[in-house]
């Protein structure tokens, strides 16, 4: 029975999700709710979500491809408003129209964050495409060398490799959270634990630390952060091991706890293998993104500065 605090500061064991979501429903107060304003909101979630249909493609894009395509599109958007403005302005005016270079590029990227938002991208996706523009824009008018450009994407590969086929950015988490990882794997007995994305091996190197009984991995599929917690690990004498590659490749039979802080994106795929692979007792855990249709058996809320963990114990 694992004892936690919910961010109302209230005390309680949690047996099952359905016993969290009893005590979330008693510990949230009550609001009341204008029917007229919800009829408004409802109406306009409703617009959206058609508006988002006839957008987005029936087939599965990587969002790298989707985010090339979107661009495009905006590209096209701000030629044909600037076709038709300076059309209406010739005719009615007798002038021509005279736009900026940074109005040009601020429209390119209001139209393509518009976009990203009505295909349903996600939120960082959309901050992408709206500072993408405007980025390109500031460092041409720098007249940046071309050999920092060349540094900047070599240091940008090695970083984020294939984040844009994984749909994996990189998350590092905090010591609270190696915290309560460590309190809720079982403690009677050593375990063999790996963390999928170990990214800089903080996690897995505190793991190792707190659990010198038992086997603690980590895998990367990054370089640059890979080669980063393997040195670290070497200096600071860590039992941890760290492995560069894909979880995918991995048994996870042979694992008693399976850390993740991966992205929405990618949960759908970690079940899909862990169901399959993983034992009978054995342990799930996910940093602050939850598998959708399947419920936890532990969920520890979190706060401001904390994201929420959730537990599932294979049957």
């Not at 590029?105 to 959309?126: H, N």
């Not at 060398?145 to 994984?166: C, E, H, Q």
Request: proline share 6%; hydrophobic share 50%; with cysteine.
């Amino acid at each position: 029975m694992q004892k936690v605090f919910n961010k109302y500061g209230l005390k309680y064991d949690v047996k099952s999700s359905l016993a969290q979501s009893r005590l979330e429903y008693k510990a949230q107060p009550q609001k009341r709710v204008d029917k007229q304003s919800f009829y408004k909101e409802s109406l306009l979630k409703s617009a959206v979500n058609k508006l988002r249909m006839t957008v987005r493609p029936n087939m599965r894009l990587v969002p790298a491809t989707l985010a090339v395509l979107i661009q495009c599109a905006a590209l096209l958007i701000v030629a044909a408003v600037i076709w038709i403005v300076n059309f209406a302005v010739t005719v009615y005016f007798g002038a021509n129209l005279n736009i900026s270079i940074f109005t040009l590029v601020l429209m390119q990227a209001l139209f393509a964050a518009t976009l990203s938002y009505l295909a349903g991208m996600a939120t960082w996706w959309r901050w992408i495409h709206l500072c993408f523009p405007l980025t390109a824009w500031i460092m041409f008018q720098w007249h940046i060398p071309n050999a920092v450009y060349l540094v900047g994407f070599v240091i940008s590969l090695s970083l984020f490799w294939t984040t844009f086929r994984t749909q994996v950015p990189f998350f590092p988490s905090r010591p609270v959270v190696w915290q309560q990882v460590a309190n809720i794997i079982p403690q009677d007995n050593p375990v063999r634990l790996i963390d999928i994305g170990s990214g800089l091996g903080d996690m897995s190197m505190y793991m190792a630390k707190t659990r010198p009984d038992s086997q603690i991995e980590g895998i990367e599929i990054a370089p640059l952060p890979w080669v980063i917690s393997f040195i670290r690990a070497k200096f600071r004498r860590s039992s941890a091991k760290f492995i560069l590659g894909n979880y995918q490749a991995l048994d996870f039979a042979n694992y008693d706890v399976i850390f993740a802080y991966l992205s929405p994106a990618a949960m759908r795929m970690l079940w899909d293998k862990a169901s399959k692979e993983m034992r009978p007792g054995s342990l799930l855990i996910s940093l602050e993104f939850e598998i959708p249709g399947v419920p936890e058996n532990i969920r520890i809320l979190g706060n401001k500065n904390t994201p929420e963990i959730y537990v599932w114990k294979i049957a």
